[in-house]
């Protein structure tokens, strides 16, 4: 039976990925690193066939060690680390049989140049792509976010010509996770959350900046198709190694539209009175959110998903983005103690 190695399964992202997975191959022999028992416990009780190793993304050897072990790896646990993903390929490079890393990264890295120049807020003409343009995106500078560590994964077979590598690297990430632990994302329910706690709304500079969204379920489908794809012989129909690199989109949001949606659904719910929205500097923004809220909310990050509708056939099918802000506006100020919960309402508290 084909194994499969996952980090990060308590987290948003490797959380619904395993639910994904794990529903679609019930005996598929999967080996789960997490970073305690509490979070294994949590992971035992939503998978109990789910074998589970203590560590963290710091231990090396351990990596190494149960990668050795795998058919093929998803590793979604901190983007940006190269010498874990090192550690993988490492002990992927021990073995005389095909295997697979499936590495998750994020189109955060392309707004480094907005960070560098100033412009974040600002309207980019800039577009990327995976398909057409797949050699300028790898080729962009390792300095940008996780570039460093993607190209490991990319060049892989290097190593060991057995081995074959995916990057895959979502944008803006909405929607309810699946997973055992943590279901939430950060952009969009920090944003609300915080225009909430200021009773006001804000963007970053004139908020003209764009970025493409993808709901997590949907992410979760490419996931899917790319471990189904190494689970085929020579790897499916799937692209890997210098140009398997997968954007995972949706469609544009631009920012500003979003900070006026939060507002109305945060207004329409009686949560705040204000209906302005501040323009905010990079550094008032990064107190918002430390130490990324200038990055998350200022930059520009267009990248269009072509590789996974064409090789792997990916439909999304979720809900676009600002049908999802009420229902977050809703948890958020749950959780800031600003409405009542679904239990207090059916027991008829105030």
Same mark, same amino acid.
């Given at each position: 039976?084909?194994?499969?190695?996952?980090?990060?399964?308590?987290?948003?992202? *490797?959380?619904?990925?395993? %639910?994904?997975?794990a529903?679609? %191959?019930?005996?598929? /022999?999967?080996?789960?690193?997490? $970073?305690?028992?509490? @979070?294994?416990?949590?992971?035992?009780?939503?998978?109990p066939?789910? $074998?589970?190793?203590?560590?963290?993304i710091?231990n090396l /050897?351990?990596l190494?060690? /149960?990668?050795?072990?795998?058919?093929?790896?998803?590793?979604?646990?901190?983007a940006?680390?190269?010498?874990?993903?090192?550690?993988l390929? =490492?002990?992927?490079?021990?073995?005389?049989? &095909?295997?697979?890393?499936i590495? *998750?990264a994020g189109?955060?890295?392309l707004g480094?140049?907005?960070?560098?120049?100033?412009?974040?807020?600002?309207?980019?003409?800039?577009? %990327?792509?995976?398909?057409?343009?797949?050699?300028?995106?790898?080729?962009?500078?390792?300095?940008?976010?996780?570039?460093?560590?993607?190209?490991?994964a990319?060049?892989?077979? #290097?190593?060991?010509?057995?081995?074959?590598?995916?990057?895959?690297?979502? &944008?803006?990430?909405?929607?309810?996770?699946?997973?055992?632990?943590?279901?939430?994302?950060?952009q969009?329910?920090?944003?609300? @959350?915080?225009?909430?706690?200021?009773g006001?709304?804000?963007?970053v500079?004139?908020?003209?900046n764009v970025?493409?969204?993808?709901?997590?379920?949907?992410? #979760?489908?490419? %996931?899917?198709?790319?471990?189904?794809?190494?689970?085929?012989?020579?790897?499916?129909?799937a692209t890997?190694?210098?140009?398997?690199?997968?954007?995972? /989109?949706?469609?544009p949001?631009?920012?500003?539209?979003v #900070?006026k949606?939060v507002?109305?659904? =945060?207004?329409?719910?009686?949560?705040?009175?204000?209906?302005e929205?501040?323009?905010?500097?990079?550094?008032?923004?990064n107190?918002?959110? &430390? &130490?990324?809220?200038?990055?998350?909310?200022?930059?520009?990050? @267009?990248?269009k998903?072509?590789?996974?509708?064409?090789?792997?056939?990916?439909k999304?099918?979720k809900?676009g983005?600002?049908?999802?802000?009420?229902s977050?506006?809703?948890?958020?100020?749950?959780?800031l103690?600003?409405?009542?919960?679904?239990?207090e309402?059916?027991?008829?508290?105030v």
């Amino acid at each position: 039976m084909p194994k499969l190695f996952i980090t990060g399964a308590t987290g948003y992202i *490797s959380g619904d990925a395993l %639910y994904k997975i794990a529903t679609t %191959y019930p005996d598929l /022999e999967i080996t789960a690193l997490v $970073r305690n028992s509490d @979070k294994g416990a949590k992971v035992a009780a939503q998978y109990p066939r789910v $074998r589970l190793v203590y560590g963290d993304i710091g231990n090396l /050897e351990l990596l190494s060690a /149960e990668a050795a072990k795998a058919d093929v790896i998803l590793h979604t646990a901190n983007a940006g680390n190269v010498a874990a993903v090192e550690a993988l390929v =490492a002990g992927l490079a021990q073995k005389q049989t &095909p295997a697979y890393i499936i590495h *998750s990264a994020g189109t955060g890295s392309l707004g480094v140049p907005d960070v560098q120049n100033n412009t974040l807020g600002s309207a980019s003409e800039k577009v %990327y792509d995976d398909w057409d343009g797949v050699d300028e995106v790898t080729s962009t500078p390792e300095t940008w976010g996780t570039r460093k560590a993607e190209n490991v994964a990319l060049t892989a077979s #290097s190593r060991n010509p057995n081995i074959f590598g995916a990057v895959v690297v979502p &944008p803006f990430i909405y929607g309810p996770g699946r997973g055992p632990d943590n279901q939430r994302s950060i952009q969009l329910p920090n944003m609300v @959350k915080s225009t909430l706690q200021r009773g006001k709304g804000f963007q970053v500079g004139e908020g003209k900046n764009v970025w493409h969204v993808v709901h997590v379920q949907d992410l #979760s489908d490419v %996931y899917l198709a790319l471990v189904t794809a190494a689970l085929q012989p020579g790897g499916g129909k799937a692209t890997w190694n210098e140009k398997g690199y997968y954007f995972t /989109e949706t469609g544009p949001i631009v920012w500003g539209d979003v #900070s006026k949606a939060v507002v109305k659904a =945060a207004v329409d719910r009686k949560l705040i009175t204000n209906t302005e929205i501040d323009n905010l500097t990079g550094d008032e923004a990064n107190e918002l959110l &430390p &130490p990324y809220g200038a990055y998350v909310w200022g930059t520009n990050s @267009k990248a269009k998903a072509i590789r996974a509708r064409k090789v792997l056939d990916w439909k999304p099918v979720k809900e676009g983005l600002f049908d999802t802000i009420d229902s977050v506006v809703i948890l958020e100020a749950r959780a800031l103690g600003l409405a009542k919960s679904h239990q207090e309402v059916a027991a008829g508290e105030v």
